[in-house]
């Protein structure tokens, strides 16, 4: 891996953008064979083995974007085409933007693949959410339907199986997978030995990338043909200056061009086995911004690689990891530790207030209440990352109010 100079600065992106014109930006939905990554276009990877190759940043739909119909419309002309939405997003606001865009330029529906979620895990509420979310956004199929945040594979069983491949059978959905971000890494291995998952998305960066079982389990789903995308890059929010390992990477990325958020994307775009990297795009800058960096070709050379792991070892223990079949069983009470920790983050590094506070008060009162009382001592000592769990659950008490 090299430093060559080959980085785009907002200027260089905006003049290139407007030099290509608006219809080289744009991305058909292609089968893999017919698929080429074009000069000024995002690149395509392909979706594990299904035969479609993707954009390798998605737009990630938790917004209203019913509000941004202008920045739908230049993700179309930049090509980025995977959109990711959900049912359950801003109350449905979500997809019922990308409907109103599809009304207005019905054209694009086949340049788009389109993803969505439910999170009802039953036959009869994924069927309700599907026909609910296809009525929204004016469409009859989606690309992916995605079983929405499971932390065990067995909640992927034979019934899941048997509607998933009615509903393809149907022409209602194309793809079928599951999204995960508490305990990926196992819910990956598992999925891998099924063979009959299209695709996962899963928490994945810088920080957990390099670790032996996420390895393995990255493996596995390649092996098996899942296409991957990567959700929660960031790792938890920005690099801060308090260190000298934290000064030396902010320096080496602004003296590249990049911002530490492009680096981080950078880091997990060097995994071809990753097929997409979803982010949630609130604005138009952060969509320049993270299409410029996925139009940049640079690489992160192997010191500024080494500069990331040396930094996530030294904060590993400010970051929730996600393997929640450990910190959760060692206490009583059925504490969803993992979830708490999540809205902490959305809180904290996010800048999601309202977010945090929305899902954190639909935990029900009784678990809410034990976050005051319960011991986690033993989910403190068997926490591999050491994490401060007793201090952390009081404190989401007092700030998710």
Not at 148 to 176: C, N, P, Q, V, Y
Not at 214 to 222: F, I, T, W
Not at 334 to 352: A, H, K, Q, T, W
Request: proline share 3%; charged share 25%.
């Amino acid at each position: 891996m090299s430093d060559h100079k080959n980085c785009w600065s907002r200027r260089d992106f905006l003049k290139t953008a407007g030099l290509a014109g608006a219809g080289s930006f744009l991305a058909p939905l292609v089968n893999e064979a017919e698929a080429v990554n074009e000069p000024n276009q995002i690149p395509r990877r392909p979706f594990g083995k299904t035969g479609v190759k993707v954009p390798i940043l998605s737009l990630g739909g938790t917004l209203d974007l019913s509000a941004n119909q202008l920045m739908l419309r230049q993700a179309v002309k930049w090509g980025v085409t995977y959109w990711d939405t959900a049912n359950s997003y801003r109350w449905g606001k979500s997809e019922k933007g990308i409907g109103k865009y599809f009304e207005r330029y019905p054209g694009d529906r086949k340049k788009i693949f389109l993803v969505t979620k439910s999170g009802a895990w039953t036959q009869s509420g994924m069927t309700k959410d599907l026909e609910e979310s296809l009525e929204r956004m004016r469409t009859d199929y989606v690309d992916l339907f995605f079983v929405h945040g499971i932390s065990d594979i067995s909640e992927m069983d034979r019934k899941t199986r048997a509607w998933g491949e009615k509903m393809k059978t149907d022409g209602k959905i194309r793809l079928f997978g599951f999204s995960t971000h508490s305990n990926m890494e196992e819910c990956l291995l598992d999925a891998a030995d099924l063979g009959w998952i299209d695709g996962i998305m899963m928490t994945y960066n810088y920080r957990l990338m390099h670790s032996d079982r996420m390895r393995r389990a990255v493996d596995a789903c390649a092996e098996a043909g899942i296409g991957l995308t990567a959700m929660k890059t960031q790792g938890g929010g920005q690099i801060n200056t308090d260190s000298d390992t934290e000064l030396e990477l902010a320096g080496r990325f602004l003296n590249k061009g990049f911002t530490e958020a492009q680096a981080k994307l950078k880091a997990v775009w060097e995994n071809p086995q990753i097929a997409c990297i979803c982010s949630r795009m609130p604005n138009m800058s952060m969509l320049m911004s993270n299409t410029a960096a996925a139009l940049d070709q640079t690489q992160l050379s192997a010191t500024e690689q080494s500069l990331l792991q040396r930094y996530a070892r030294e904060t590993r223990s400010s970051y929730c990891a996600g393997c929640t079949a450990i910190c959760e069983s060692a206490v009583a009470g059925n504490i969803p530790i993992g979830d708490v920790m999540r809205y902490l983050m959305y809180c904290r590094s996010y800048g999601e207030r309202d977010t945090a506070i929305r899902k954190f008060q639909k935990l029900p009162a009784e678990t809410r209440r034990k976050l005051a009382t319960a011991d986690f001592s033993r989910a403190e000592r068997e926490c591999p990352r050491r994490l401060a769990i007793t201090r952390l659950m009081r404190e989401a008490l007092k700030e998710l109010v």
